[in-house]
Each structure stands twice: as structure tokens, then as C-alpha cells.
């Protein structure tokens, strides 16, 4: 009666059944496009990377997993995440383990459950179900296996078949990770991102991080103007190391050109820690459209993720910092938001800009409608919350029928989590090919089309929305 | 395992089909009523009517296909959209004709590749699918169908079972085609509909409005009270030639009382060209209640069509004018806003206010718990982006637990695109039956309720709701 | 084809429907807990309660009944409501019970149907449907079974297997009902809900609203200081008397602090019928917090209603006065609005804050989000409008992934129509089971994990959740 696991995430009936797992064949060992993420470079930068124990490994920097611990009572310092004062927290990984076993049945029906069974299973070859007295079998498993070669980064890269995969980068890093991996004699393809939100959101310490990108740039960083002309360096130095694209995080998708005299004006008092919030939030609007002019003349792809209320916690963010589990989204407006940008850009076919968003509201209502007709614009996949089997399924439901999917920009995995790149990848695989299932069964589209769709979704959109045929 | 053709827009699960089937046999063969859409009258008023080719057909005159070939690149210049200022457009229909086939892989999943795919099957009798390799036969076989009398409107209009059509028509307009109707010895029912946004709605433009107002109802339109004597006298033609309805479209759904003085004043500075954004988002607001008031007088059913911030796109606008498929939704809000019109009419029997809007959010937040209370209010079908399978679904899905079925007023096609009105009412019936048949299988209404229910969706209330049982 | 009763709510599809089957074997029988909602507790406190006619029980207090009729056209008035100015109203109950079943096609596919469906076939033992036919012949068998000892309320109580049922009383309560109650020798364990928006929303009357609550408090509430004090003697008093919970409803979920200074001007404003809408707005935002500071403090579980417009129909309320099926949800925003409150106790052990609203779109994007982190905050059951097969589907689907299930409250029927209890919990079994049964056939949850977690959605969530395992 159960669904078994080669079926998962597809329905039951046995006609649409049937028909995604057909879909599911073509494309399930195609190799994985990861345009945009979190990985750490360091991990595949290193010959030999250590891995530290498995709470090192899947707990600890995985705020999904201890947000929702956190939502249960359990401290953050119970499960061994640093305190920024240096505080005691918990050092016995085999204890915080089990305790993330004995409540593991907070996670039942969560995407984080889901990646997880399948990463132990697929990677680590670990059936058993995480609970209490599985805990300490699994965790000697998995620090067997985390000491393997095997098990290496770059040998997992290969396992996975990563085509190719963007770390996300500050605007004033200087690449060090991915100018070791370009001298490696390793020739898995890892490319920068370039992020600029700390040098273009003003927010405390906005002054240092000029600072170090007039460091970086080797630009005396001194006004609006010298400021664009070393972000432009930025970027240059960016592509050359490979990158195809920039990402921006906003409140809001607020955009609006400030004159040359407001922005400088505004760029002057947030050097003196002077700038208002209605300034920063000027600027940045003035900015993303400043940054999609350059997009325009270096061709580099723009992202932007809009919506996230950032540290809603402010205990949580004084003890611990930033990306804790604590971050919540917005109701967001696109349609006039984004128009003042679209006014300039919209139609010019050398932009390609990706959103993200966590207000499905505007799926339906404006996202879809400004991709189905703006030439620039293009979806990107659900994003966090609902980077899961029913918020996969909410996104095609809302989208499809007004922007088509070839204005969207296929899937991207977004995560810090190395090893669950694979099983992220497999959702959205999954859940397209049952999603294309119904469409055929239903007679809404017919099967050639779908054979065409499917592999579009899993592997040629991502490919040819980040410019990553080169 | 893939739907056969007289199963599309069914369940795959066989009970559940096996109803739908059952509910659809008894709807699919009734007369069609469309009591709002877009249609020219001349296409009905001519006694021979010379369609052009199909690019004229189906191309040209339709939004939706050209907004999705806009949003790949594709310059409306190349699909023969003529341009404001007369400049070169492509002229070679048979070449358009190939562009759109090329890319009609964009419309997979899209409601426009339903209904045109059963408007080349079920009116024109090509089974062929659009491809690059077909684009020429099938432009063949259009072409020829064009050109015979039984392609003619007013035989469609017989073959589809029209019982009633109202078209759209600007409170200044003459009726001279619904006149030509009248006086032509063919019997099909054309009405007209009352819809006065020129006249009401201040942009630029609005004095000019005004002079054709005074000119057709013979009333010197000089200050505000002599304007309600215009549009009243004008409601009154309207329903002489046979209208039973207004329709009215505003950004949003804001009412709001001015006193008579405040009316006379924004009405004067509008005249003069000096009223503010806010004098006529003031003005909008009070002339819908206005409006509701002579609605109550002479019973003409009142529709409003909220949401849609039009002409998002102005180079296009500048380019080639307006309905560009450039309108963009954006989010609505009718509690507070409709309250003033409702506090004086809400309970009043002798109107009928129609709402459609374009933020889903609202139908199970808002309009299903306003409908479900007020007497005058009806709930409008799904708009638009949303008149498609699984926007009439969620529509369904939203609405009726709240708001039953009978606060509803059925379907209306809202086309302008002529040969889509059978496509679009047999998806609109298909989609209720699937819709009905699930609620049959799950217990939620018996079948008896359920073959009440769908003739009601299919027909009944639409007749009802716009008063055209006469 | 049509889906049998056993197995009314369930998916057509035969592996889904056999799981929720087991699922529900489990839980159909369970006693009830009923932390939230109406009921008179008149009806229990009373030795022989006499219901009146079938109208009296089932039509004349049910809003959700009479609000679907009054859209229609019907007047409150033929339904025997009765109006505040003592005018005329049917008396005929026969004759109202037949109005109703005359337009009782109005609420096919709405779940006042369902319950009122299970209402009459499992408590009073009628078959038939609610047809103009059949309507005396059910207002006989109805009006015969109301006089039966064994539909007297305490053996309905027995018989619906009721562990525990909440009313709700306002703060000035005396709680007389209640203590007839706990000095009977009936053991229905019947606790109170301490409801004070009357003494903490300022509205008109709210000076004589304090005056009460000085007077039951027996504290002379002359300011803010006392009327705090007034507040924690009631909670103290509501504690004694049973009560594990408060309840708070406002339109919106604005909390904010004021300094004590203006508290008290607010206070002493109100005091003097002087307090302006803004002053309303803040100390209802103020007092929320206070009352989240008084339950850290006497572990009351606190409750809040967001997002209802009541009232909306100003003739009515004029004629009928409040909850007469005129209240419309609004857009409600949680992120930023409860931040204040959840920075002081949103990560307090001892605060539960659970969270009722009535715009669904905040659960995706909100609520569950804040739910998935903060200790403090669990989900209400789905509320009102949306109490309802599809609605609460919707709800699994936008909450479980981002919050668990352990985050939320579990059910709560939420009634003022008694004899609607079982039907009420039982839909919400039947969906929970079918949900969870979807999610075993498509193999994301095993059957394992399933079996636990039908129980905590069907009983012990909501038992755990408001502090009645005691």
C-alpha cells in the first residue's frame, strides 16, 4: 500500500504514476547544475579536507535543523552552536546527537527529514531511521565514514556529478579558495558569485566595508563615483575568476533612481555612520538598478532574493550572530517595486534577471505575469521554505500557466549543506516529473512535450539561465 | 496511460473520472451564454466578413500569444502588431505565422495552447499539432477554411450555440453596429454592455471624453450634475438596445462618497486638465457608488473588474499603444474598500454588483465571505491569468465552502478572440465537472446535488445573474 | 463510484483511501477535547435543559446558517431572529424550519452542510436530506427527540465522549454558571476561557465595561495601576474556577509597549469616552503584551483571534446587534507586528501564545515560519471560514513542511452549536488522516511515524497544548 522509495514524492494513482516515473528515467542521472548556493570553497579548495565529526558535518551549520529544535525548547548552546562571547556550549557531539535523534519526529513531514533520510541512505549507505535508539549506530557509522577518502569533497563532487557549482562570495573577497582551485591540478568547475549586499545595503560597519573594498580594489574608495568604478573592478576581477552571476538580498524589491547628487550625498553620510533607514533603503533600490545597468554591459546574470526579515530574534542574533534559524519572511510587492528598474532594463535582451521570493502570493498575481511578459525577467525556483515536495508543487501550480517554464530558471539547491546536494536535486526532479505527470494524464499537455519539459526543468534551464554553456 | 481527448482537464483516478464524465455529458451540449467579453460587433453586424489571414485570426488581435513571444525576445514588429506611429511592422503573414510556430513550445502548459489547439481541432478540423514542421500546412488549411461561408461569424455563432453575446462598448459609443444587428434580418442575440472607465476614470484625454459625451446623449455636459444627467441618459440607450449590464475597471476597488460640491470641483479641475492622481483615485471611488446608485434605479447589473495596473511597460505603450499584454496584476483589497458602496447597496435587491479581480488572495480572505453575506454581491469567474484549469480549480476551491455556488455568477469567456469562446466555455465545464466529481467521490455533495450544481455552473447562473432570461 | 459515508472525506484514490482508513480506526473513538469555544455553559449548569424548538437549536444561534440565507435575500427577520428593538419576527417555527430547507441548496459543498448532515444522522438518528419535502417531517422526529432525557445536554456531553469542554467568559464574569457546575454532582469537567477584549479593547461602553470589573474584582480600578492589579485578580479567580487559558481577538496583530505614562493617559482618556482610534489601536497592542507578561507569570495559555472586520453591515448590527454572520476577514501581517511582544517572550518556557487567524496567506509566509522557531508560538487549527474540509487540507499543506505538526495546537471545534461538536472534530479527524495518508502513499512519512501523529493531531496535541493533561 506504502509508496517505495524509488516511487517517492509521486502520487498515487497509478496512471500518473506511471508517467512520472517514465519522466523521472530521462533525467534522474543527469548531471546536477548548482548555479547558486552556500557551499563553503574551502571544502573543495582543500587536497585534504577534514570534516570534524557528524554534528560538524550535518548539525551545526544547518540552521533548518536546529530552528526547529530551537522552536521545541532545546537552547542553541545544548546543541554546540559558538556563542559569539566564547560562552560554554556543548562539546560532546555523541551527546548533542542523540539529542537531535530523540527529537527527530519534530522534522516528520519537513523537507530538512526528507534530504536527510536520503543523504544518509544514498551517501552514507546508513538505512536505519534516525531516533533515540538508532542514534549512537548511526553517528559511529557516519564518523567511520567521514575519515574514507571516498568520502572527500571532491570525490563526492564527482559521486554527485556536479557539472558545475557557484559558491556565493563578499564583493570584497579576493578569491583566494577559487584561485587555489584554479592552480589544483582538480578540474571540478566551481565558480564565484558575486555578492555585494555589504558594500551596497548600509548598515552598521558600512564604512570598514568600503574600506576594504577600496583595499581590495585598489581604489580610493572616496565618493559615489570612485564607489561605482570600484564595484565595476569588482566585478570584472569576478568574471575573470570565472563567475556568471551576481546575487542581491533586499526586504523588499523596492527599486528607484536617486540623481547622482542624492546618491552621493547619501553615500557620504552612511561613510559617517550618518545615513537614516529611509537613506539605506533609497539606496539600495538606487543600487539594484545601478547594478543591473552593469549587468547590462558585463552580461553577468543579476539575482536578487527578496522578503527574508533578517535576525528577528534579537537575543539570538546577540548571542549567537547572524543565520540562526531566525530569519522570517514578508509580505513583498513586485508589480510597482520593480517597474522603475523594468522602465530602464526590462526589455533589453542582454539582462537576465532571476527572482526569488517567499510570498507565494506574488506568484500568481506578479511574478508571473511580469516573466510571462518582460524579456529580462525569469523565476527562480521556490526558495527555502518552500524548497520542498508541496512548495514545488504550489510554484508550478501558480506559474506555469501564465509564464510557461521557459521564462523560469530551472532549480538551484541554495545550500550550505555539501551532502545534500544530491537529495535537493532529487525533489525537485521528483516532484517536476510527477507535476508533468498530471499535466499528461490530465491532457493538458501531451507526452512528447513533456519529455522535452522535464529535462528542460532538471538540467537545460539552469544551464542556459546562468550562462553556463561556456 | 495518457488521457484520451474526450477526458481532458479529467482526474486521472477512474471514480473520479467516471463521474466527471457522467456530470460533463450532461452540460457540454448546451447553449453557450456570454455575457462579457470583448468581441468587435462588426464581426456579427457585416453580412459577409472577411476574416484576413490567420494571423489576422489568431495572432494579431490576441494579447496573451504575443505577450509570451514578447517575453522570449521576439519583437511584437516581427508578429505584425502595428505600430502607433505607422513604422515598419512585418508584413508576411505566412513568415509570422512560422515565428509562432517555432516557439510554441513556450505555450506548453498555458490555457492559450488549450484553446487554440481545440479551436484548430473542433472549428477548423486540423488535428495537427503547431509545430515548425506544420506551421505552413496548417497556415494552409486556415486559410482556405477563412474563405467559406461556413466560417463566417454568424454561422460560427449558430455552430457554437450562442444564446446570448454581449460585447463591450464605451458609454459614448453610438451602437451603430448593434443598431446594423437590429436591423438585419439575422436573429442571433447581441447586446451591448455600458462600460463608462473613459468618461469616468480622469487620465489624460478626459475633457475630450466629456465633449463626446455632451455630443452623443445631446446634454451640455458643463459641470457635474448635467454629467449625471449624461451618463443616466446614456444608460438609458444603452438598455433600449438591449443591455442588461455595466462593466467598470479601477486599479483598485476603493469607494468612497464626495459631497456634491467636492464632486463638482475634482469633475471642473479635470476638465481643465489639473486634477491631481489623487482627485481622480477620489473621483473613480465615488462615481462607482454613482454608479451602483443608477444601477439600483435601472436594474442594469453592475460588474467591476479590479487589480490590473495597466500599460506596466512604457516603451511598448509609446510603441504600439494599449492591451499590449503589458498589464500586470497587483494585490487588491475589498473589505474596507467596498464597505462605503455596500453600507447603502450591499443589502438592496434590486442590485447585482459583479466582482472579478486578479488577486487570488482575496477570494477566500475577502470576496467568498463578502458574497456569502451581502445580498447584492456575486462573485465573478476567474479572471484572466486565472481562467485556466487550475486557476478555475483553486477558484473552486477558495470560494465555495464560504460563499457556496449561488453566490456565484457562473462563467463568462471575456474574449476577444472570437473563435476561443466554445474552447473557453467547454474548459470552463470540463474543469466543474472535475471539480464536482471530486466532491461527489469524497462524500462532500451526492450526485443528485452534483447534476443540479453543474447545469447551474454551466448555464443557469450565468443567465440569472445577468438578468437574461428576458 | 460515489464515495460510501464511512468513508466520507477521504481520497477517491484506493491506496490513499485504505491508509486513512487505518489512520482513522485509530483516533474515530477517542474522547474529545475542546480547549476553544461557545458553548453556553447554561446548558450544563442546568439539571433539565429545555432546547426549544429545532429552531431555536439549530438556526436561530448558528450566524454561519442565517449569514448564507440573508444572501440570498432573505430576512433575518423571517428567520426569527430576534431584533434589538423588540419589532416583529417570525414566530412560525414550522414555517422557518421550512424556509430553510426551502433554500437549503444554497449550502451544497459548504461544511455547515456536512455538520449539519452528521448532526441529524448520528445524534438524532434522521437519514433523510434536508429538502422542502422533507422539511416537517425532520421538524417532527427533531422536535419529538428534543424532549428525550437522552438529549438532554450532560448526556450529550457523555455520549459525544467529551474530556474536557472550554466555554469562553468575559474577564467580568462571575463565573456563576460554573459553579453551579463544580457544586453539582455532574462530573463533566466544564472549565472557563478568560476572554477580557470588553475591558481591554476600547470601544464605546468601555467605562462602564471597568466599572464592572471593579465591581467583580472588588478592586477600585481609578487607574492604570489598578486596573492591571483587577485584571491579575480576575486571571487569578478564572484559575481557581478551572481555567487553563485566556483569549484575546483584535484586528490586528499589532503589539507595541507603551511607557507607563501613556498607558495611563490612554486609560484615563478612554475612561472619559475621549480615547481616539489610534489610542484604541496602541493599548490593545500595549495590553497583549501585558497579557503575554501575566500568563509568563500564572502559565495561562493565551490565545489570540486575528484579522476580523466585524460588524460590517451597519444595518444590521443597528436591527441585530454583534455576530450576526457580518464579520469579514481582513490581509493580517504577524512578522513585524508581533515582534515586540516576541522579543520580550517569544523564547519563554512558560509562555504558550497560540495563534488563530483569517488570512491563509500568513501561513506559508508567517506563521509557520514563526511557529518553526519561536518556543513560545504554536498555530491555532484552521479558523472559521476555514473549519472546513479544504481549508484545513490547505492548512497541512502550508504549514507542516516549515512548522511540524509539534507546533501546532492541535483542534479545537470552536462552537457555539452544541450538538455540531462531534461532526466538528470528526471532519478534522478524517482530513488529518487523509492528509497523513497522502503523505505515506507518495513516501514522505512512513506509516510508523503516521500512527503517532493521527493521535497528536486527534487528541493530544490539542490536550498538551492548552495545559489539560492535569
Redesign the interface.
Known amino acids: 500500500?506504502?509508496?517505495?522509495?524509488d516511487?517517492?514524492?509521486?502520487?498515487?494513482?497509478p496512471?500518473?504514476r506511471?508517467?512520472a516515473r517514465t519522466l523521472y528515467a530521462q533525467v534522474k542521472d543527469l548531471p546536477l547544475i548548482c548555479p547558486h548556493g552556500h557551499v563553503d570553497p574551502r571544502l573543495l579548495s582543500a587536497e585534504h579536507y577534514n570534516w570534524g565529526s557528524p554534528v560538524d558535518l550535518l548539525i551545526i551549520p544547518d540552521h533548518y535543523v536546529f530552528?526547529?529544535l530551537?522552536?521545541?525548547?532545546i537552547h542553541l548552546e545544548d546543541l554546540g552552536i559558538p556563542r559569539r562571547d566564547g560562552g560554554a556550549t556543548e562539546k560532546d557531539h555523541r551527546k548533542i546527537w542523540q539529542t537531535v535523534c530523540d527529537h527527530w519526529?519534530?522534522?516528520?513531514?519537513?523537507?530538512t527529514?526528507?534530504w536527510l533520510r536520503d543523504e544518509l541512505r544514498d551517501i552514507f549507505g546508513i538505512e536505519q531511521?534516525m531516533t533515540s535508539a538508532n542514534a549512537q549506530t548511526i553517528y559511529d557509522a557516519l564518523a567511520e565514514r567521514l575519515q574514507q577518502p571516498a568520502f572527500q569533497p571532491r570525490r563526492l563532487f564527482e559521486r554527485f556529478k556536479i557539472e558545475v557549482l557557484a559558491t556565493t562570495d563578499a564583493a570584497t573577497s579576493r578569491l583566494e579558495e577559487h584561485q587555489k582551485l584554479r592552480d589544483s591540478d582538480w578540474h571540478g568547475r566551481v565558480i564565484p558569485t558575486f555578492r555585494p549586499d555589504a558594500v551596497v545595503n548600509i548598515q552598521p560597519g558600512f564604512a570598514e566595508q568600503i574600506r576594504l573594498l577600496s583595499e581590495v580594489s585598489e581604489i580610493d574608495v572616496s565618493d559615489y563615483r570612485t564607489y561605482l568604478t570600484a564595484l565595476e573592478q569588482r566585478r570584472r576581477f569576478f568574471r575573470e575568476m570565472g563567475a556568471t552571476a551576481t546575487d542581491h538580498a533586499a526586504l523588499s524589491a523596492y527599486t528607484g533612481r536617486l540623481s547622482a547628487h542624492e546618491a552621493e550625498a547619501i553615500f557620504q553620510r552612511a561613510m559617517k555612520d550618518g545615513a537614516s533607514a529611509e537613506d539605506a533603503r533609497r539606496f539600495t533600490g538606487h543600487m539594484l538598478i545601478e547594478m543591473a545597468r552593469m549587468s547590462v554591459e558585463d552580461g553577468l546574470v543579476m539575482q536578487i532574493h527578496i522578503g527574508s526579515?533578517r535576525d528577528?530574534?534579537?537575543?539570538?542574533l546577540a548571542r549567537f550572530g547572524r543565520d540562526m534559524?531566525?530569519?522570517?519572511?514578508?509580505?513583498s510587492?513586485f508589480?510597482?517595486n520593480l517597474?522603475p528598474l523594468?522602465?530602464l532594463f526590462?526589455?533589453d535582451?542582454r539582462l537576465s534577471l532571476i527572482v526569488f521570493n517567499?510570498?507565494?502570493?506574488t506568484y500568481?498575481?506578479?511574478l508571473?505575469?511580469?516573466?510571462?511578459?518582460?524579456?529580462a525577467?525569469r523565476l527562480g525556483p521556490p526558495w527555502w521554505?518552500?524548497d520542498?515536495?508541496?512548495?514545488m508543487r504550489?510554484y508550478f501550480?501558480?506559474t506555469?500557466?501564465?509564464?510557461?517554464?521557459?521564462?523560469t530558471a530551472g532549480f538551484n539547491d541554495d545550500t550550505r549543506a555539501y551532502p545534500s546536494i544530491p537529495a535537493r536535486h532529487d525533489v525537485w526532479r521528483r516532484v517536476s516529473s510527477d507535476w508533468l505527470a498530471?499535466?499528461?494524464?490530465?491532457?493538458?499537455?501531451?507526452?512528447e512535450?513533456a519529455n522535452?519539459?522535464i529535462v528542460d526543468l532538471a538540467y537545460r534551464l539552469a544551464k542556459q539561465s546562468y550562462k553556463l554553456e561556456g
Open positions: 500500500m506504502a509508496q517505495t522509495r516511487d517517492r514524492y509521486f502520487a498515487s494513482d496512471s500518473q506511471q508517467m530552528r526547529m530551537y522552536s521545541q525548547g519526529y519534530l522534522f516528520r513531514g519537513t523537507p527529514s526528507l531511521k526579515s528577528h530574534n534579537p537575543d539570538l534559524g531566525a530569519d522570517i519572511p514578508t509580505a510587492e508589480t510597482h517597474k523594468l522602465d526590462g526589455s535582451p517567499l510570498d507565494e502570493t500568481s498575481r506578479e508571473a505575469p511580469l516573466a510571462g511578459h518582460y524579456p525577467l521554505f518552500f520542498s515536495v508541496l512548495g504550489r501550480d501558480t506555469v500557466e501564465t509564464a510557461g517554464i521557459y521564462n498530471r499535466q499528461v494524464v490530465e491532457g493538458i499537455i501531451d507526452e512535450d522535452e519539459m
